[in-house]
């Protein structure tokens, strides 16, 4: 009798059942799916490439500019603000970038910063001096060091892609550090 009663219900309740049956399959993808989700969020995190930030302390180094004359970088009491421009004269989105780096590079004696435009020491010195100029930025200006930085200083002042912005200051203090494009509604006049 019971049998028959719950095969009745059954009919009666097909739809619903259904449903039911539906609903907690969709459920369940949903679950997994969201968990998938989360351990590849987390596998991304941790290959995503290691990136200067605010409050990080960077080191002191030493590069050669486009002449070969040693540049010390160093940091105490008596050392300037820095501005670091990191680009590549091959990147077409550091040429990009130069437009809005050119008012830093054109007030940095006004704020008394020095700014240093730093590419790897493997870029021909040639490629660098046109590449600044195409770009409005002639190589002989005061405004400015073009340092060449070996791989160990670019490892440890993080520059993992161009262009790289960063702000350190006199004490070796990142006060502010931009991956990628940016425009000067991004940068304060605070910041540089």
Not at 10 to 26: A, D, Y
Not at 112 to 139: Q, R, W, Y
Not at 141 to 166: C, E, H, Q, W
Request: proline share 5%.
């Amino acid at each position: 009798m019971r049998i028959v009663a719950f095969i009745k219900l059954m009919r009666e309740n097909r739809w619903t059942i259904v449903l039911s049956g539906f609903l907690l399959v969709i459920g369940t993808m949903n679950i997994l799916l969201i968990r998938q989700n989360l351990k590849l969020r987390a596998l991304l995190e941790q290959s995503a490439p290691k990136r200067l930030k605010t409050g990080d302390i960077v080191t002191s180094f030493t590069a050669h500019d486009l002449a070969g004359n040693t540049i010390d970088v160093t940091y105490g009491h008596d050392s300037p603000k820095r501005v670091l421009l990191f680009f590549s004269p091959h990147c077409r989105y550091s040429a990009s970038q130069f437009p809005s780096w050119i008012p830093i590079i054109q007030n940095s004696s006004a704020s008394k910063t020095e700014v240093l435009l730093i590419a790897m020491d493997t870029e021909h010195a040639s490629e660098i001096k046109n590449f600044l100029g195409a770009v409005n930025c002639p190589p002989q200006s005061k405004g400015f060091k073009v340092a060449l930085i070996p791989s160990n200083v670019r490892d440890a002042y993080k520059f993992s892609m161009t262009p790289t912005t960063v702000v350190v200051s006199n004490e070796g203090v990142v006060e502010n550090a931009w991956n990628g494009l940016i425009d000067l509604t991004q940068i304060s006049s605070r910041s540089v």
